[in-house]
């Protein structure tokens, strides 16, 4: 590995992995398209074929989702900005105009989430079907779209942690990241004369831990006890996995009065509440069965 790596360079030395020239965006006829634009794209495309197809395995209208899929996509993505801008806005309100530019990131995916859980609320009440039974059916989809979303961060070279010489610790040129993110114990561990911070990958942890929580899903939704418990299963799922990693992050959002990851206290809570329910579900189920 050389001492200093290009601007687009990604490596993992310890797993002997260097990557030369890992673009963040490309031209086609003349335009400027954002990979990680492409990759969001591609993740709610592959999302929606995974819904629907779980919708025919459980004896539903594909159909319906994909009358639903267009609302929850732009709203999804109007909430993911919004819940970003909101938790760093002493960096927008002196730059509003950049609300409007995501091309280099700044979504924030529970605001993506819940803006998308109201969207399917809503939908589900106009058009007097069930909300559990469709949000069951699209948790698969979900989480698979956020497996690939997160390789969107990785591509923008963000969602990182805090300095490791762990298996999989990524070095990032100084140049290809965003300088509020490097952290004092980086600056002290990189070796002179180089040019490239270590961290721990997030994106890259946050992305296995999805793919355990799709397949799970994946396996239990035809034994599901009752309409909802995937929505369950997701939430206490991916907010214990977020919980851990949220911690190593050195781009948290934070709650403005209490100085806490935002993403953090959320999904603990999230948690909580999760297990809690299901509890309270099944244990009402047994009684109504006697």
């Not at 509003?96 to 280099?104: G, T």
């Amino acid at each position: 590995m050389p001492d200093i790596m290009g601007a687009m360079d990604i490596a993992f030395p310890n797993i002997n992995v260097y990557l030369s020239n890992v673009p963040k965006n490309f031209t086609v006829f003349g335009f400027t398209v954002a990979l990680y634009g492409v990759i969001i794209g591609l993740g709610f495309l592959t999302a929606l074929l995974i819904i629907t197809r779980v919708a025919g395995w459980t004896s539903q209208k594909s159909d319906d989702y994909w009358d639903v899929a267009i609302y929850i996509i732009i709203f999804s993505i109007i909430g993911a900005r919004l819940y970003y801008v909101f938790f760093a806005w002493d960096y927008y309100k002196s730059n509003p105009i950049s609300i409007l530019n995501i091309r280099n990131g700044g979504l924030a995916i529970y605001g993506g989430v819940a803006a998308g859980f109201l969207t399917l609320f809503i939908y589900t009440k106009l058009k007097k079907k069930s909300f559990f039974l469709f949000g069951d059916t699209i948790m698969p989809g979900l989480v698979f779209g956020q497996i690939m979303g997160r390789w969107g961060n990785f591509t923008n070279r963000e969602a990182f942690g805090e300095y490791t010489n762990g298996l999989f610790a990524m070095r990032l040129p100084v140049e290809a990241v965003r300088s509020g993110e490097i952290t004092e114990l980086m600056k002290a561990n990189m070796v002179e004369g180089t040019n490239y911070i270590q961290v721990s990958p997030t994106f890259l942890y946050e992305s296995l831990w999805n793919i355990m929580i799709f397949i799970l899903i994946l396996l239990y939704t035809k034994h599901k006890k009752f309409d909802g418990e995937i929505i369950l299963l997701y939430l206490g799922g991916y907010g214990l996995g977020r919980a851990w990693i949220e911690g190593l992050r050195t781009d948290q959002l934070i709650m403005h009065t209490t100085g806490l990851p935002v993403s953090q206290v959320l999904a603990i809570c999230l948690v909580i509440f999760a297990v809690v329910t299901d509890v309270i579900v099944r244990l009402r189920l047994k009684k109504k069965n006697g």
